[in-house]
């Protein structure tokens, strides 16, 4: 039975169980665990080591036995560094041996579909059997920077399933392949994920019989509602037999409850200066922060934080699996922006050995 991309079942038992190329210290782990990673820039830092940084995050979840490693496509925006996605994961594929490399995920309205199986076909010639492509509809960026990536907004998001279609059809064998001919990219296998923080995504993914990642780690409003609709709705397909579920999901852990808020206080800043209008690089933890907010900008970042671990590995523990037991996720995509790069490889080993206990 097909689990889903890079997944298998253990005979006679349920639990899905990492599959690694090499057994990781720290496994087996509830269900998989993956990494999301903007490459954050920091104050006082630059994207050199921003995407150097990324890499070296990307070799210690592979030592830690995290499943997957995805990085994001976002434009216009000081404080990441992954905007050239395909280009930012050919470095990291490089650099790694068997941790799965994607997109979490490329915004197809900015690109032809053409483009984007070039790209990833030629990830998956350099690294075979290690990537994914994640696909989403919003343009990661503002109006300007979407205008300047297309050189115009005629390409509608409400076309995003037939571009899907249509990038699904480039990796076809080439006897079942268009005029138009993806090199490299044709006949590979090559798992695609539908990514949303709405409906519209989980319809898609639904209808399509494809794996469904919900960006519930800054848009958590309608997860429960999109995990229902996609389950409830799935069509099981050459791809896949049954709905897979991918949740995004914050971790801020560290030795104490203290040092995990403390270290939240980056996200929060960022966020907040997003939402303003003026976003900027990841700023140091101010441990006051929250005290200086009005109450609508606390209720916000409550709510995006609504879906996080963020504490002592006691805290995150606790934390995760009350998570998975209310949503019964198939997966958790852990994404960790912290101003220190140290204390970040530290959160992401914390989560690890606590979720193995």
Same mark, same amino acid.
């Given at each position: 039975?097909?689990?889903?991309?890079?997944?298998?079942?253990?005979?006679?038992?349920?639990?899905?169980?990492?599959? !690694?190329?090499?057994?990781?210290?720290?496994?087996?782990?509830?269900?998989?665990?993956?990494?999301?990673?903007?490459?954050?820039?920091?104050?006082?830092?630059?994207?050199?080591?921003?995407?150097?940084?990324?890499?070296?995050?990307?070799?210690?979840?592979?030592?830690?036995?995290?499943?997957?490693?995805?990085? &994001?496509?976002?434009?216009?925006?000081?404080?990441? &560094?992954?905007?050239?996605?395909?280009?930012?994961?050919?470095?990291?594929?490089?650099?790694?041996?068997?941790?799965?490399?994607?997109?979490?995920?490329?915004?197809?309205?900015?690109?032809?579909?053409?483009?984007?199986?070039?790209?990833?076909?030629?990830?998956?010639?350099?690294?075979?059997?290690?990537?994914?492509?994640?696909?989403?509809?919003?343009?990661?960026?503002?109006?300007?920077?979407?205008?300047?990536?297309?050189?115009?907004?005629?390409?509608?998001?409400?076309?995003?399933?037939?571009?899907?279609?249509?990038?699904?059809?480039? $990796? *076809?064998?080439?006897?079942?392949?268009?005029?138009?001919?993806?090199?490299?990219?044709?006949?590979?296998?090559?798992?695609?994920?539908?990514?949303?923080?709405?409906?519209?995504?989980?319809?898609?993914?639904?209808?399509?019989?494809?794996?469904?990642?919900?960006?519930?780690?800054?848009?958590?409003?309608?997860?429960?509602? *999109?995990?229902?609709?996609?389950?409830?709705? $799935?069509?099981?397909?050459?791809?896949?037999?049954?709905?897979?579920?991918?949740?995004?999901?914050?971790?801020?852990?560290?030795?104490?409850?203290?040092?995990?808020?403390?270290?939240?206080?980056?996200?929060?800043?960022?966020?907040?200066?997003?939402?303003?209008?003026?976003?900027?690089?990841?700023?140091?933890?101010?441990?006051?922060?929250?005290?200086?907010?009005?109450?609508?900008?606390?209720?916000?970042?409550?709510?995006?934080?609504?879906?996080?671990?963020?504490?002592?590995?006691? !805290?995150?523990?606790?934390?995760?699996?009350?998570?998975?037991?209310?949503?019964?996720?198939?997966?958790?995509?852990?994404?960790?922006?912290?101003?220190?790069?140290?204390?970040?490889?530290?959160?992401?080993?914390?989560?690890?050995?606590?979720?193995?206990?």
């Amino acid at each position: 039975m097909f689990m889903g991309p890079g997944l298998r079942r253990d005979d006679g038992n349920r639990r899905l169980r990492l599959n !690694t190329a090499a057994p990781a210290p720290h496994l087996p782990l509830m269900i998989p665990f993956s990494v999301l990673d903007l490459a954050p820039v920091a104050e006082g830092s630059d994207t050199g080591e921003a995407l150097r940084n990324a890499l070296d995050l990307a070799r210690h979840a592979e030592r830690l036995g995290y499943r997957r490693y995805w990085m &994001a496509e976002h434009h216009s925006m000081p404080g990441i &560094a992954s905007a050239a996605t395909a280009v930012a994961l050919a470095f990291v594929g490089a650099g790694t041996a068997s941790i799965r490399i994607g997109a979490g995920g490329v915004m197809l309205p900015n690109h032809a579909p053409l483009v984007i199986a070039e790209q990833f076909g030629t990830l998956e010639s350099l690294f075979p059997g290690r990537v994914d492509l994640g696909l989403g509809r919003a343009p990661g960026t503002d109006r300007a920077a979407a205008q300047a990536l297309r050189r115009n907004l005629a390409s509608d998001e409400n076309q995003f399933p037939r571009d899907v279609v249509e990038l699904m059809a480039y $990796f *076809a064998p080439d006897e079942q392949s268009p005029r138009v001919r993806a090199i490299p990219g044709e006949g590979l296998s090559i798992p695609v994920w539908i990514l949303g923080s709405s409906l519209f995504g989980a319809q898609l993914a639904a209808m399509l019989g494809l794996p469904y990642a919900f960006a519930s780690h800054f848009a958590p409003a309608q997860m429960m509602e *999109a995990i229902a609709l996609y389950r409830e709705r $799935f069509q099981p397909s050459a791809k896949l037999d049954r709905p897979y579920v991918m949740l995004g999901f914050n971790a801020f852990a560290a030795d104490t409850d203290e040092e995990g808020r403390r270290l939240s206080t980056s996200l929060m800043q960022a966020f907040v200066n997003l939402r303003t209008g003026n976003p900027g690089r990841l700023p140091p933890p101010d441990e006051h922060y929250a005290e200086t907010l009005p109450a609508p900008a606390r209720a916000m970042l409550d709510q995006v934080l609504s879906c996080s671990a963020i504490g002592s590995p006691e !805290t995150v523990r606790e934390a995760i699996r009350s998570f998975v037991d209310r949503t019964g996720a198939d997966e958790l995509m852990i994404t960790a922006q912290i101003f220190d790069h140290e204390a970040r490889l530290r959160s992401y080993e914390i989560v690890a050995e606590a979720m193995a206990e």
